[in-house]
């Protein structure tokens, strides 16, 4: 039988894990000296990354979710708006996706369902006034921002402006199953304008996770929040490294160690 190492580093490559990261985690798995392969590639996960899930009842700073288009940042808003209502939070949404056609009246359908006002924001002078106006109103502001080109200065000039006007936490949200190393690039791209962690989409349709690893490595984010599910209602966890493990590994038999009965 393989070691636990070894079926941790088969697993991440079959996910499609870059080389050079397979390797850190493989020596972080074997120093942990853990004989079950689930738990050898949790342990070697929580070495090698940060996790930090996004608080369900209240936050000081507003959280803009942003990211590449296609991303899923406007179902996200609005399953982060749904999990805290559900709580009995107070929650604002303001957007400043003015630039993809039909994405506020998208939003504006989740948010009117969870009886939310939708603040529109033209810009970064516009949201900075929408985030004031928000202050003390709600225990939670939630920003979806427009997808914008992470290779393209302009683009992400724009972003930065967005952020530093309403001095805003900028949550990448990027789809899972991309190829790693433009994963890898857009999240390093998103990292220059102050993202800190790390939002996955679409977990339930993709079955290779390297690009998401890549992505949380290269940018130095923190993993915060899953989405499994297109609906609003449901799909969304936090992720542990242990949670991220299962998922890594779902098809791994756990070994359970019987008590010895022979004695010494």
Do not use: W
């Amino acid at each position: 039988t393989a070691s636990a190492a070894e079926q941790v580093r088969a697993v991440l490559v079959e996910h499609g894990t870059p080389a050079r990261l397979v390797e850190r985690l493989v020596n972080a798995a074997r120093t942990a000296e853990i004989a079950d392969p689930v738990l050898a590639c949790a342990a070697a996960l929580e070495a090698g990354f940060a996790f930090a899930h996004l608080p369900e009842h209240a936050a000081p700073r507003p959280f803009m979710l942003v990211g590449p288009n296609g991303s899923g940042k406007s179902v996200s808003v609005a399953k982060l708006a749904a999990r805290s209502v559900l709580k009995q939070r107070r929650v604002g949404v303001i957007t400043c996706d003015n630039l993809r056609a039909g994405a506020v009246e998208q939003l504006a359908a989740f948010t009117s369902i969870l009886e939310i006002e939708l603040v529109r924001a033209r810009g970064p002078e516009s949201l900075a006034r929408a985030v004031a106006d928000s202050q003390g109103r709600f225990d939670l502001t939630l920003i979806d921002s427009p997808g914008l080109h992470p290779f393209r200065q302009a683009d992400m000039d724009y972003l930065q402006a967005l952020i530093e006007a309403a001095d805003v936490e900028p949550i990448l949200v990027l789809a899972a199953g991309g190829d790693a190393t433009e994963a890898a690039q857009i999240a390093e791209a998103f990292a220059t304008v102050g993202a800190t962690r790390l939002f996955a989409t679409r977990l339930d349709t993709t079955r290779r996770l390297g690009g998401t690893l890549a992505a949380a490595e290269a940018g130095q984010l923190a993993l915060c929040d899953v989405s499994a599910s297109p609906h609003v209602a449901s799909g969304l966890s936090s992720i542990s490294a242990l949670s991220l493990a299962r998922l890594i590994m779902p098809s791994a038999t756990p070994i359970v160690t019987m008590p010895s009965i022979a004695g010494p």
